[in-house]
Structures are given as C-alpha cells and as structure tokens.
C-alpha cells in the first residue's frame, strides 16, 4: 500500500527523494532490486535493527518487549542521544531481538511486538503480539518538511481508530479528525477547539480492533498532529525541527501502556496530602485582612480548606520574591496564622526577574552576577516587558541556572513557613508582543548533565522552558528541605514535567461549556502523566452563576486537585458566594472529598507509583469497551472514573435540566450516595455509527446497561463498582486535623472483590525507606450469600491514625446472622448491625495488626 503511492513523479516520492540526493526515478522507479537495493541498506543490531538509505539513517532500537524507540537522522548521522522527556535508564535499557529478513523488508520480533522497515522507503510497521497493525508508515519512514528543518511522518488510520491524549486540549476526549500544535502559548480566555494552549505532551494512545498502543514523540520544537483533518485516513506527524525521534508502546491494555509510559518518562511526583485537600486562591485579594478574611469565613462556616494561595497581589510592584510591605505588613505572621489553623499557604513565584540594576533586588543582582539570563540573538540579556515591566529570563536549560534559582526561595521556604508554589507565566508568556513569546532566535544556553553543551534557539527550547521552570523550582525546594514533598504548580511544561508535580488548565472560563469539558481535559492530562491536575473551580474568566459554581465544585470533588480560583475582574467566587442554599450544597460535597481522602490518596500512591492516572477515561478500567470494543468514553461524553471504583457521572450537558442516560459497564454497580445497587437498569441503547438506534440484545448481568437520569442541582450522580472496597474516614476541616473514630471500609460485594488502603505521614519521603502502610481488602461472596471481608496484614512501619475498623457491608437486604471466620471467632461475639433501608451490615472490629477476615452469615 504505502510502496505503491511511490512512483516516480508521485509529490511525495520526489520529495522524499530530493531529500536524499537522488532523482526520484532512481530511488523509485525502478525495480527494487536495482536501484534501491543500491541505495538502501540493513545493519543488524543486538537490540533492533538500522536501515540506512543515502544520507537517511534509522535505527529502531527495543528498549523492553513493549518498547520500541525509532530515530531517523537526515545527515548520515544520527541525532544525539538525549532528552528531558525520557529517563536515561530507560533510554539505556534494552533487550535482545529476532531479526528477520526478507525480499522487500527486515525488522525483528519481541514478546509483545514485531517491527518491519521495507527495504525500499524505510517504511515502518509495527504489529503487535496479536498480529494487529498498530502503525504503517505511508510515504516512507519520514520525509523532509518544505520549509528545510522539519519533517513529516504519515501513518496510516485504520478505519475504527480512535485517538487519546496530547495534555491539555480543549475538546472531546476522541481526537480523531482534530489535528494540534504544540507551541506553550499563554492563552487567557481559551474556548473550545482554540490551539494551541499552554502545554506540550507530545504522547497519544492510539486505539484499532479492540487494542491500545500509545505513540511519544520526544521532539521540543513547535510539532503538529494532524488525526486524519487534513486528510482522512492519515496521521501526520511533524516538527519545525529537532529529532525524529518516537516511541511506540504496544499496549494492548491502555493501563499497560500509561505504566510504560511512566517507565519512559517518569511517574508523577507523590504530592503531599494537604494538596488533596480543598484550596482557595484569587487573583485580586488586595490586601492581607482579605485573604485572612477568606480562611477565617472558611473555618466560621465550617467548610473544610487545606489551601489559601497568594498569587501577584502580594508582591511589591509584582517583583518576584519580593513582599508589599504597605498591603501585606505581616506578612510572615499572616502565614504563620494560617499554618496554626492547618492552611498551607501557596505563592506564586513567575520567572521574570525585574530588570532593575542598582535598586538591592537581590534575584536581579545575583543572576545578573553569574550570568544567568537568556540572551538575544546578539547575544546580550534579553528584556521584555511582563508583570513588572521590563525584566530579565532565567536560562533554566542550565543546571546551574536552575541551582541559581532554587536558592530564590530560602526566605519563604525556610523562613516564612510558605508550603507551596506556583511557577505561572512560562510558556514564557510576554507582553505587548503578538506572538506573545519572545523571538525565535534567542539564545539559550544547554549546560547539562547528558547533553552536549551548546547553544540553542528558543524555537528549541520554547516548549521546555515551564518545564525547566517547574523542575528548577522542585529541585531548589528539595535542596532547601531534601525530605520534605514539594508542592509546585506550573502551566506551561513539556512530557515528563509530571516528576515536577502539579499542573493546571489554566485561564478557563466561567462558562458551562468549560465545566463540561474540563472533564476530557483533565482525562487527557493525566494520560500524559500529569495526574495531579486542576482546573480553575468556577472558571477564571468572567463570572459564574451561583448554579454553575455549585455544579463545578460537586464534580471537581472528584477530581485529583480542587482549587478555586478566579480573574481579578471576576465577582467572587468563594463557596458561600450566592447564598446559604448554594453554600451548604457546596460544603456537602467539599465534606464528601475530606471524607474519601483515604481513597484518594490511596489512588494518588497507585499513580506516583505506577503511572496510571487517578482520574481515568473509562477505557482505562474497560478496555473491554461497547459493542463491537469501542472505547465506551465514545458514548458517555462525560463519565469518568477516580481509581479503580468509582464512576462520577456528571450531566453531559450540564446546564440542562433534562434527563441524561449513563451507561453502567458490565459487572454491576452500587449508587455512591445511599450505598445501594443500581436500580432501574435499561438495556444499552445507542446512536449507531450510521445513525442508527442500536439496542443491545444482551441484557444479561454480563452486559453494560444504561440508567436514566434526570439531574437536580443538589446531586451529582456517583456510582461504584461492584467488587470494591473503598476507605473513607470522619470529616475533618483539614488534612493537618487527625481524624477521630474509626477507619471506614465500605465493601461493595461484587466479583474479583478488592480494595486497598495505603497511609504515610503524608509529607515527607520516609514512605522510600518502608515508613507507610498498605492494608489490602478483599471481599468473597459465598455459595450460600454469606459475604466473607478480609483485612490485610498492614505492610509497612508506619502507623496510621485509626485504631479501628468500622466495616460497612452493602447490598444486603435482610439482617445477617452474626459474623464466622477467624476474626469472628473470638471469645465475645461481635454486634452487627444491620440497616434495612441502607440495605447494609456494619460491624466494628479493631485494627490489631493481623490478617482477619470476617464472615457475615447469610
Ligand atoms: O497575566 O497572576 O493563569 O491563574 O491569576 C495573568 C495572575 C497572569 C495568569 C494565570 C492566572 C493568574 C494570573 N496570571
């Protein structure tokens, strides 16, 4: 297919073939075996294999049998082997591979994949264990771009493709027939399908025949994805410049490839507990009696709050690391205030260092001092107008710059007691500029460890300044306190910025439309590794109603960072604002977070640990899909999940007040809020890809079904998984409080029944050294209805807050007849007590530090 696209004459093989110096009749035209076996030749490598074709060189190389990195070089050398994206040790590791070879192609298997480069264009397929093409090369393994320094890779998109990821893009989560450019651009007031924002993730998973694989370009410059716009059935794939230099993941499982990609570029940076917590920021809190005015309302109305942030209000003339004396004159004691009443205080920190010679602003002398700005082209310091008018850029693509920069932070670190940073403005954004960043040509310095040291362009490093930003600001937070977690929070970044920490969506608005899609958006930053991800609660741009705020802040309960915050020319937008019916709706669900908190930090572990995100598509945990295996996220719109057991659904439109229908995989569902099974189950019926009403046949238990749904403002429908087990604790109005009673362990009978509880210390990194502890929960349901629950043996050192387990059984509908198994077999038996309306069992047992389990009898 894609050799035949290549005759002589053909556009893209005269291309292709000026690239390589050759007439297009020689390098295509002719039989193979004359002209291009002449040109094109194989070399045999331990770990893959290298095609080389005049000036074109490619290796494909395993790094594991999932793994597979391919690397083209267009001047008869390969591009140098670096990166701030992939770890060296995975760029390192590699395993050995069969070779193949035939008339028209050679390539190897492995374990998981088979990699096959013809011979005459270097096209690349890549099949997976199954046999399934998960990429072809079109037009030849790469081809010039024609502006000089680019390039394009086709691929071919089978027909039932569907497309995953690419961070923070604002629309549907599919994007499929969408094409996007990653270029970090400040992007105020963004709408739907605007582009680009302001991150770069260049990594997607790709779905065919019931399969995923996942594709990570690790290329800076300005790159495009195009998913078939420009032409159906292509996937193009292209940079101003820089490295071909891609991944392939083969997956099939989408939860496989998400670990891999972790592997690859790192897992997300384990946050401290309080960043689960609610938080309240502003930007407009004029003064320091405005912001202590807000926590205390918090603590009066008795709202739960972890956070109050600071951002460019309190600084004077808008100074980075700098205080005004005359708004905030306690500065200090106002942060110490708030950490007595268990409120981590988080400031912003930009990068743009005033440019104030001879004025005592220390971050300007001392950089200016070692030299450790961005230069012109001409290569003097380069200065542009942002918050504090004129200023200068740290080069954070030098390690010592970056050292430089994290010792901007002793006094507020060490010091003031500050918890936490924001690092905004770092695409770099710049002012009164149209293209609001600084010029291509600007010189930035590479001085680091792995790299050849050199100077680079900002069209190079233009997508890796917030991410050098963030990661200067994380490493300069651990130097100052190597065993403490930072909290840093940045807009702009690029893949593996995720071992830096939080992220947000940045300048959203106050709109429905935005709350409906924050839900994809902050999907697809977590299938980029950016799991500990916000969006602005309410929206930042213009004001929102009292009903979308509620709405807002009931689904962003469940997801991984929830803070409030809004534009200085905004109306307030704390919880209380619009009234006591709005406020106590709120609260109630700012308390059901404060109450999962050990679900969530549970699953926050699982993601610093493993990868896979906290907030999940639901192709994530039903990789099994509809139907014929299409990803179900095709047909819920807005349906996600948070870990491994709970499904939020929230209104697909979300201004309207008419019915919705959500569809209920397979295996069976309880409702979150009573603690009952679903009822009122329909089979599954869909628009059908011609238009069609298609109904499910099977209605069995096996079948995914649909319940309907007609939404009222006060509710938000919340469903979990039959077979989980979900810790929760008693409400407190901080994560710094310690909770009082027992651990709560809501067992959801169902099949493959399982659960987990993990606690540290919730700050530091002792959890490296065995200071944690994990509990694993597990549930049986017996032949004769009996359910039996086991409670784990704690691994680990640490020891949690409870001393206790209350043990909530749900979904059964008569009173059990006491408790068996080993647990239940003591001296004194143990009290039960059921509750008919719940349709639940509940019994507390203590927590004693053995493996127990406990038979409720039928
Ligand atoms: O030019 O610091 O996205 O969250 O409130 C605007 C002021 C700069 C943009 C951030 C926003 C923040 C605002 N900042």
Redesign the pocket.
């Known amino acids: 297919m894609a050799l035949s696209m290549m005759g002589c004459g053909s556009r893209i093989g005269a291309l292709l073939a000026s690239a390589l110096g050759l007439s297009p009749c020689v390098a295509y035209a002719s039989a193979p075996e004359t002209a291009t076996a002449a040109a094109s030749a194989f070399h045999v490598l331990s770990t893959g294999i290298e095609w080389q074709h005049g000036p074109v060189v490619m290796r494909i190389t395993v790094l594991r049998d999932d793994v597979v990195r391919v690397r083209i070089g267009r001047n008869g050398a390969l591009p140098e082997d670096a990166s701030w994206a992939a770890l060296p040790a995975a760029r390192r590791a590699s395993v050995a591979v069969t070779g193949f070879s035939t008339a028209d192609a050679a390539g190897f298997s492995t374990g998981a994949m088979k990699v096959s480069v013809a011979r005459r264009d270097g096209g690349v397929t890549v099949t997976d264990r199954t046999g399934r093409v998960l990429l072809s090369d079109l037009d030849g393994a790469v081809l010039p771009d024609r502006r000089g320094a680019g390039f394009t890779i086709t691929k071919a998109i089978p027909d039932d493709a569907h497309y995953f990821g690419l961070g923070d893009k604002f629309g549907p989560l599919d994007r499929l027939g969408r094409s996007f450019v990653m270029w970090n651009t400040d992007s105020?007031g963004y709408q739907e399908g605007q582009d680009p924002l302001y991150k770069d993730i260049p990594f997607f998973i790709g779905y065919t025949k019931g399969g995923y694989y996942g594709v990570f370009l690790d290329n800076s410059w300005r790159t495009s994805f195009d998913f078939g716009k420009a032409r159906r059935g292509e996937l193009t794939i292209g940079a101003d410049g820089g490295p071909v230099d891609y991944y392939v993941l083969a997956g099939p499982d989408p939860g496989d490839v998400e670990r891999a990609y972790a592997w690859l570029t790192g897992t997300p940076a384990m946050q401290p507990l309080w960043a689960l917590g609610f938080q309240q920021s502003r930007?407009g809190y004029p003064t320091e009696r405005d912001v202590r005015s807000v926590v205390a309302r918090y603590r009066h109305d008795r709202i739960p709050l972890d956070a109050i942030w600071l951002?460019?209000d309190y600084q004077q003339h808008f100074r980075p690391f700098t205080v005004d004396p005359g708004t905030f004159p306690t500065f200090g004691r106002m942060v110490a205030d708030f950490t007595a009443q268990r409120v981590h205080t988080v400031a912003?920190t930009d990068l743009h260092i005033a440019d104030l010679p001879n004025a005592g602003y220390a971050p300007y002398d001392s950089g200016m001092a070692q030299d450790r700005f961005v230069k012109t082209g001409a290569g003097q310091p380069y200065v542009a107008p942002v918050w504090p008018g004129p200023t200068l850029f740290p080069d954070f693509t030098q390690a010592a710059t970056r050292a430089w920069w994290g010792t901007l932070y002793r006094q507020f670190y060490l010091e003031d007691g500050i918890a936490g940073f924001w690092n905004?403005?770092d695409e770099p954004a710049i002012f009164e500029t149209p293209t609001k960043t600084m010029p291509l040509d600007n010189r930035h310095r590479i001085d680091e460890p792995g790299f050849a040291s050199r100077v680079a362009f900002h069209r190079e490093i233009h997508n890796l300044y917030g991410m050098q930003n963030h990661r200067a600001t994380y490493e300069g937070l651990l130097a100052l306190k190597p065993d403490e977690r930072p909290f840093v929070m940045t807009?702009a970044t690029y893949a593996g910025g995720q071992r830096y920490g939080v992220t947000w969506t940045?300048?959203n608005s106050s709109t429905w439309n935005h709350l409906r899609l924050t839900i994809p958006m902050l999907e697809s930053l977590g299938l980029g590794g950016f799991t500990f991800s916000g969006a602005d609660i309410g929206g930042?741009a213009g004001s929102a109603s009292a009903d979308l705020l509620t709405r807002w802040i009931e689904v962003a309960t469940f997801t991984p960072i929830a803070r409030d915050?809004s534009?200085e020319q905004s109306l307030p937008q704390e919880p209380w604002i619009g009234g006591r019916r709005h406020e106590d709706i709120r609260r109630r669900f700012i308390e059901a977070r404060y109450r999962l908190l050990p679900y969530l930090y549970t699953v926050a572990e699982e993601a610093a640990r493993t990868g896979l995100p906290m907030m999940r598509p639901l192709f994530l945990e039903f990789p099994e899909g509809l139907l014929d295996g299409t990803p179900l996220d095709l047909a819920t719109g807005s349906q996600f999940m948070l870990g491994r057991a709970l499904m939020v659904a929230a209104p697909p439109t979300p201004e309207s007040p008419g019915p919705y229908s959500v569809i209920l995989p397979a295996g069976g569902w309880y409702e979150y809020w009573t603690g009952r099974p679903v009822g009122g189950l329909r089979p599954l019926s869909l628009w059908g890809a011609g238009g069609l009403f298609i109904t499910l046949k099977d209605t069995g238990p096996a079948a995914p079904h649909m319940v309907s749904i007609t939404p009222r403002l006060d509710q938000l429908p919340v469903y979990v998984r039959a077979g989980s087990i979900i810790p929760r604790q008693p409400l407190v109005q901080s994560t710094g409080e310690t909770p009082r009673g027992p651990l709560e362990i809501d067992v959801y009978p169902g099949a493959n029944c399982q659960g987990s509880v993990y606690a540290d210390d919730g700050h530091s990194f002792a959890f490296r050294q065995g200071v944690y502890s994990r509990v694993a929960l597990s549930c049986t349901v017996e032949a004769d209805h009996g359910v039996a629950v086991t409670i784990g043996r704690p691994e680990g050192s640490f020891q949690p807050w409870w001393r206790s387990y209350r043990v909530v059984v749900h979904g059964f509908d008569h009173a059990p007849h006491g408790i068996g198994g080993n647990g239940g077999n003591g001296t004194r038996p143990i009290p039960v007590a059921y509750d008919g309306a719940a349709g639940s069992a509940q019994f507390t047992v203590s927590a004693d530090g053995a493996a127990n389990t406990y038979r409720l009898r039928p």
């Open positions: 105020y930007w951002d460019i912003i905004d403005m807009r940045g300048d930042f915050h534009d």
